[in-house]
């Protein structure tokens, strides 16, 4: 074979090569899409920001719960305490469902102290009242007497804040969050308990979007 | 086979020459790419954000707040989330336009998404979260090459503080900032007991085009509008309302980014490599022209740069340094609030937009028929782009 030929046609391969990887090379990653991935929810995922996520929620009122339940006035109460919640008060620069904390302590609690303590159903006091008038009017029946009061007060509030300190820079982003939960005695305004936990995180954004 | 190469080779350099590069310095300006009317699962999967921003501001202004609310959870969850994405990597890359990466828009975009949610969370009766949307928004303005222009939206400072007054905190430092940074006087300290909560905003959008040898800079100009204030009328009271933004302003103090570094480098890429090209195809040309078909090796350097000329020319047309103009075009320029103290019951609001000798526009005049609530705050968006009347 002449090399005259070899060298158009060697050139044109070149040519073809590095359009091709010009295109492709820095190309698409899963350009399939990433199948739905069931995670637990106290696991980074591969979708993160610098915000609240779930395994923030989830090891912050984990240990507020267990928490909860070693404070003596709780172990030792007489009878069993009722605990109203009262919302989260959001300071950070994240926008969130703050009933969810609550929520889910709760439900830590009534799943692992069951019978230690007791939430009353405050959220839902409209729905009870007028059950309570509907059997009062006789318009429904009712197992005890209807005019007695019977709904219950409650012996502690349970609330919390979240706050947050936030830098930005063009080395990335830093949060840092603060979350405080408190269990108050509604009788004395006593806080008789007071937890906190606290994440830090930081990112950089692609070169892109900077 | 005895190829006639002299005849064919020049043409061919000719026609490499005449250039794959565009290298004209026109403006390039931006088409919308789609409108508002389509569905969001038609807009390609980059421009869904935008597609959200400009369909949820729409939509606040037709006060259809669930629409709104869908549209701007939606584009702030993906501007929430947008570390280590794939498509910025794409966008950087030479053979791609900045406009291949997921939009998200530049910072006084970005920001605007936070303000209306914001709006919406505090009409929702959520003042701690809507005063998050108004922190994080501000975040978004944190880090201008200046520090002088950083986090300097007076209006989020304001309202941050408000909030914070109105959740029992002390808004003051806030109140303060907002002060300093305003440009169109000192706004007055509102009393947290102010229950209607005007937000007003006028005038048409910052205007982005590409500039350049090939419109790899990206420029801002102002929208054009008579408006320059308004008056806010209700029951007794006549206020008088100043700009506490202007987003052209905001636009354009924040400095050069990461990304216009970036560009800079594709087109010098892509400037070397087609002069090189052209460098290799004349000589190359010319040497196997001289050399009349003699098989000799002059003959074969001559082809060979050809060829190099040809992949340099080929590389440099596909390299792609055009900055990306693709924009938020229904925002406002300037954005403003007023906070009223009004007996509950329904009320009409009256909201005159003014030119710049403070006389009232009579077509942009809007009439909303508002119900003040015993408790908590009415919040009200006006724009001079929403309809004459409402009942909100």
Redesign the interface.
């Known amino acids: 074979m002449k090399p005259t030929i070899l060298i158009p046609s060697a050139a044109f391969v070149v040519a073809l090569a590095a359009f091709s990887s010009g295109c492709a090379s820095h190309g698409v990653q899963n350009p399939s899409g990433v199948p739905v991935t069931e995670m637990k929810a106290d696991e980074r995922g591969f979708v993160a920001g610098t915000g609240v996520e779930s395994q923030d929620l989830v090891v912050v009122t984990s240990k507020m719960a267990r928490d909860i339940l070693n404070v003596p006035e709780i172990q030792r109460a007489q009878g069993m305490p009722r605990i109203v919640l009262d919302p989260v008060m959001n300071e950070t620069r994240f926008p969130i469902n703050k009933d969810i904390f609550l929520t889910r302590i709760r439900t830590e609690l009534n799943g692992k102290a069951s019978g230690k303590v007791r939430f009353l159903a405050r959220d839902r006091m409209q729905t009870l009242e007028k059950e309570r008038d509907l059997k009062q009017s006789g318009q429904v029946t009712s197992s005890s007497d209807p005019n007695a009061v019977e709904f219950k007060g409650a012996d502690f509030f349970l609330t919390g804040k979240l706050q947050g300190m936030t830098t930005r820079t063009s080395k990335g982003v830093s949060d840092y969050i603060l979350y405080s939960f408190q269990l108050i005695d509604a009788r004395t305004s006593d806080i008789i308990w007071e937890g906190s936990a606290e994440i830090k995180k930081q990112g950089l954004e692609d070169a892109a979007y900077r | 086979m005895n190829f006639p190469r002299s005849k064919w080779l020049l043409p061919l350099a000719l026609i490499a020459l005449s250039g794959c590069a565009s290298t004209d310095s026109e403006r390039s300006a931006f088409v919308p790419s789609s409108s508002l009317s389509g569905a969001p699962n038609r807009v390609p999967a980059r421009d869904k954000v935008l597609w959200e921003y400009r369909a949820g501001l729409d939509a606040l202004r037709r006060a259809d707040f669930a629409a709104a609310r869908e549209n701007l959870d939606d584009a702030t969850l993906t501007l929430?989330?947008?570390?280590?994405?794939?498509?910025?990597?794409?966008?950087?890359?030479?053979?791609?336009g900045?406009n291949k990466?997921t939009f998200?828009g530049e910072p006084y975009e970005r920001v605007m998404a936070y303000y209306y949610?914001?709006i919406l969370?505090w009409m929702d009766g959520?003042p701690?979260?809507?005063?998050?949307?108004f922190?994080?928004a501000q975040?978004q303005d944190?880090?201008t090459e200046n520090k002088e222009y950083s986090s300097d939206y007076a209006i989020l400072d304001y309202l941050d503080g408000l909030a914070t007054a109105k959740?029992g905190?002390d808004g003051s430092d806030a109140f303060k900032r907002a002060q300093e940074e305003c440009k169109f006087g000192k706004p007055a300290v509102i009393p947290p007991k102010s229950n209607v909560l005007v937000f007003m905003e006028w005038g048409e959008s910052v205007k982005k085009y590409a500039t350049g040898q090939y419109h790899e800079e990206l420029r801002f100009s102002p929208g054009s509008s008579p408006v320059r204030g308004a008056t806010v009328k209700v029951q007794s009271q006549n206020v008088q309302v100043l700009p506490y933004d202007d987003l052209y302003f905001q636009a354009t103090t924040r400095g050069g980014?990461?990304?216009d570094h970036?560009l800079a480098n594709k087109a010098v890429f892509k400037s070397t490599t087609d002069t090189i090209g052209n460098a290799a195809l004349v000589s190359g040309g010319v040497l196997a022209a001289t050399q009349q078909g003699r098989?000799n090796s002059g003959?074969?350097v001559g082809?060979?740069l050809?060829?190099?000329g040809?992949?340099s020319k080929?590389?440099s047309a596909?390299?792609t340094p055009t900055a990306d103009i693709r924009s938020w075009e229904n925002l406002p320029q300037f954005i403003s609030f007023a906070g009223l103290v009004m007996s509950p019951g329904e009320n009409i609001l009256t909201v005159e937009f003014n030119d710049s000798y403070g006389r009232p526009i009579t077509s942009l005049t809007k009439t909303l028929t508002i119900n003040v609530p015993s408790s908590g705050d009415k919040v009200v968006f006006v724009s001079d782009h929403s309809p004459a009347s409402q009942r909100l």
Do not use: W
């Not at chain 2, 701690?128 to 949307?133: E, F, H, L, T």
């Open positions: 929430g989330g947008i570390f280590g994405d794939k498509e910025g990597r794409k966008a950087r890359s030479y053979f791609s900045e990466k998200i949610r914001g969370y959520e701690d979260n809507a005063r998050a949307c922190r994080t975040i944190s880090d959740l905190g980014r990461v990304m970036i098989h003959d074969e082809l060979g050809l060829a190099f040809l992949v080929i590389v596909t390299t």
